[in-house]
Every structure is written in structure tokens, then in C-alpha cells.
């Protein structure tokens, strides 16, 4: 996306805050921090709802028009694509995933919100397994 039109968007954003940003902002400004922060700040091709460029820290609020919308960009495309297929061969083989995402659903998940967090729970797993050096241990439902 051109800076442009990234300017452009970044100026809409501020000028239609959504009632959670404007309450973060202005607890920003009043809260006496030596930090500069700025608001729908373009960082790349995308625009943070709050920035401080000289701590390289970027705030992203979930409220108003945008809560519960949410996308994937960026990142390590092949690394999540070879885990999603992971997670949906595990959540339908592994009794405990299993159970995790049927509870997840029960109570109201969509689908892929469901095995983004089985995603989440095999990687936290596995992560403790290499940390601990273990093997790895079925656990009944």
C-alpha cells in the first residue's frame, strides 16, 4: 500500500475512534509518561491503534466496530500452514485436543477460532516438552 494512502487511512482511523480508543488515548496524554505515543500510527503496511517508535512498542485495541473481527497477515506463512494441518490431524486423533476443541465449541467457539486455539495449546505443549525434556505423556479426556 503506498505511505499515501496509508496517511489517508491512518487519518479516517483518528477521526472515527472507536469509545475504547479514545479512553486509552486520553489516559495516554494524562497519565504524565515520559513516552511519546501516536495515534493510528503506520507501521509497515499496516496502522497501530497507538505507537511509540522510540520504545518500538505497538498497541492493538479490540473494541467498538472491529471486536471479534480479526485476520492473519504476515508472520511465517508455511510454519502456520503446516501447523493448522497439525492441529486439525491432532484435535481429531489426540483424546485431550480432542476434548479441548469439543469444549470450545460447545460453548459457542466458531470452528476456526477452535483449532486456532488448538494450534496454540500444541505449540504451548510442545514448547514444555523440549523445555522439560520429555516425551510425550497421553492424558485421558
Not at 486509552?24 to 517508535?53: N, Y
Not at 492493538?60 to 511465517?76: A, H, P, S, Y
Not at 510454519?79 to 479441548?100: C, S
Request: net charge positive; charged share 30%; aromatic share 6%.
Amino acid at each position: 500500500m503506498p505511505r499515501r494512502s496509508r496517511t489517508i487511512i491512518a487519518r479516517r482511523l483518528r477521526r472515527d475512534a472507536t469509545d475504547a480508543e479514545r479512553l486509552l488515548w486520553r489516559a495516554l496524554r494524562e497519565s504524565g509518561m515520559t513516552w511519546k505515543f501516536r495515534r493510528q500510527h503506520p507501521i509497515g503496511r499496516h496502522v497501530a491503534d497507538f505507537a511509540c517508535p522510540a520504545r518500538k512498542l505497538a498497541i492493538e485495541l479490540d473494541g467498538g466496530k472491529m471486536k471479534g473481527l480479526r485476520c492473519i497477515f504476515g508472520g511465517r506463512t508455511a510454519v502456520r500452514r503446516v501447523l493448522f494441518i497439525a492441529a486439525q490431524a491432532a484435535a481429531m486423533w489426540n483424546p485431550t485436543l480432542k476434548a479441548f476443541k469439543q469444549r470450545l465449541l460447545a460453548s459457542g467457539k466458531k470452528p476456526k477460532v477452535a483449532i486456532i486455539a488448538v494450534m496454540r495449546k500444541l505449540v504451548v505443549t510442545l514448547n514444555a516438552m523440549v523445555r522439560d525434556n520429555r516425551t510425550w505423556q497421553a492424558q485421558p479426556a
